[in-house]
């Protein structure tokens, strides 16, 4: 006789991202704390500390060679910078597990993380910042989201066709 085994249940923290990559994103820092510059002269970087589930379910969809605009925010112009590349998955953020990080989540186990982390490396810096002003001047750009009202993430996809303008517009 045949039982059916139990079902475990999958905490949501863990469970499959039913997101598909795009093979193009858009992550936001700002150019004080982090910016294309430092990623240049890193060559490649952890892009920890994003607190937020959506944008952390946005990193855990990307897959090693997709596109990252690399967009400055809260700066003068606030814009796009440059280009990187998903050098590495998703992996657990260091940082939740740091009591002595501001991004340190009493929460987080290493059986169960919280947080994600994917590593970016370098792939080229703009001769100029793409100001928000010219990216909501672009019709073809209408839908991106970093446009739409109300939208604070630090990590979203974009469409190939999104990507190409921007970069046309450097």
């Known amino acids: 006789m045949n039982k059916k085994p139990k079902s475990?249940?999958?905490?949501?923290?863990s469970a499959p991202q039913m997101q598909v990559s795009t093979g193009f994103w858009l992550a936001k820092s700002e150019p004080d704390v982090y910016g294309i510059s430092d990623l240049k002269r890193d060559k490649r970087t952890l892009w920890e500390g994003v607190r937020?589930?959506?944008?952390r379910n946005f990193m855990r969809a990307m897959q090693k060679g997709d596109r990252v605009l690399f967009y400055h925010s809260n700066a003068d112009p606030s814009g796009v910078a440059g280009v990187a590349?998903?050098?590495?998955?998703?992996?657990?953020d260091p940082l939740q597990f740091d009591k002595r990080?501001?991004?340190?989540?009493?929460?987080?186990?290493k059986e169960q993380p919280r947080w994600s982390a994917v590593?970016?490396?370098y792939e080229t810096e703009?001769?100029?910042v793409i100001s928000l002003e010219e990216l909501r001047s672009?019709?073809?750009?209408?839908?991106?989201l970093i446009l739409q009202r109300g939208n604070r993430l630090s990590v979203t996809?974009?469409?190939?066709?999104?990507?190409?303008?921007i970069c046309a517009l450097a």
């Open 8 to 13: 475990k249940k999958v905490p949501i923290e």
């Open 52 to 55: 937020n589930y959506q944008a």
């Open 85 to 92: 590349t998903v050098s590495a998955l998703a992996q657990p």
């Open 101 to 109: 990080s501001e991004f340190f989540d009493a929460a987080a186990t």
């Open 119 to 121: 590593e970016l490396a």
């Open 126 to 128: 703009f001769a100029r």
């Open 138 to 144: 672009v019709k073809a750009l209408s839908t991106l």
């Open 157 to 165: 996809p974009i469409q190939p066709a999104e990507f190409r303008a």
